[in-house]
């Protein structure tokens, strides 16, 4: 098999959600701290571009899915949304409760976000809860990503925002490659020195290899009748930040009219 899609951490079907869990406990003490290292701070830069797309409202209800350590959860609570945070890592989780416990210590408890262990394939919300439904380097991960954005699809409300923050695949070839080849020799090396695991960030690559990345999301998006379709990209299409609205709900005609 090709070396740069042989990773243990990687396994199609079924199989691959307890893998991918299994990598995000192995990492989850060090992940914020390679995040920055890797992009050089700028994943702060393109979350906060999510949380400005956001347009959040005081008192919308948001949920944040794949939530990690928490970044856009307390970023969107900020804002004034009342936010829910969900992963399926116990150690991610566990992160973002101490984050959490810190800025309790500053803040009212009732301003921060709830955290709680779901699997995104299957979240335990009724349909149409919320108002704002995000996810940050999240849907690549999933063993079916296109069911995955169906449950965010679910659960938001007629009208409300989706939007998905997620590794692209740059449209031009040569940069496409350079960003690539960074992805394969220099992340698992900060991976390996950081975190003492190296296969972790080379599943980055190997992941983004079997994934459709923004134009896929794009593409399910309009399956799902999504409105207002957006995608911003950055640095030339290493980031890719999908945006759409659920349709609004259309009010059924009575026998009288």
């Known amino acids: 098999m090709n070396k740069v899609l042989d990773n243990h951490y990687y396994q199609p079907g079924e199989l691959r959600g307890t893998r991918v869990m299994n990598l995000f ?5 060090k992940y914020d701290l390679v995040n920055d290292i890797q992009s050089g701070g700028l994943h702060r830069w393109w979350k906060h ?11 919308n209800s948001a949920l944040d899915v794949c939530c990690g350590t928490g970044d856009l959860s307390f970023a969107l609570s900020a804002k004034g949304a009342t936010v829910t945070g969900v992963d399926f890592s116990q150690a991610m989780l566990e992160e973002a409760h101490q984050k ?30 919320f108002d704002i439904v995000t996810m940050a380097y999240g849907l690549r991960n999933l063993s079916h990503w296109e069911r995955g954005l169906q449950e965010l699809h679910r659960i938001v409300r007629p009208g409300g925002r989706i939007l ?3 590794f692209g695949k740059p449209p031009n070839a ?28 080379q599943y980055i690559l190997t992941s983004l290899h079997h994934f459709p990345a923004q134009r896929g999301i794009e593409s399910a998006m309009v399956r799902l009748g999504c409105r207002q379709i957006r995608t911003k990209l950055f640095l030339g299409g290493v980031m890719s930040l999908n945006m759409a609205r659920k349709a609004p709900s259309e009010r059924p005609i009575s026998a009288a009219e």
């Open 164 to 166: 998905i923050l997620e």
């Open 100 to 129: 959490k416990a810190a800025a309790t210590s500053n803040s009212d408890p009732k301003s921060q976000p709830t955290f709680i262990r779901a699997d995104a394939m299957d979240l335990p919300f009724e349909d149409e809860t």
């Open 25 to 29: 406990d192995q990492i989850a003490k």
């Open 174 to 201: 040569w940069w496409k490659n350079m960003y690539f080849a960074y992805l394969r020799l220099a992340v698992p090396l900060i991976g390996w020195s950081v975190a003492g695991d190296a296969a972790a960030y």
């Open 49 to 59: 571009h999510l949380i400005r797309e956001a347009s959040v409202e005081p008192g």
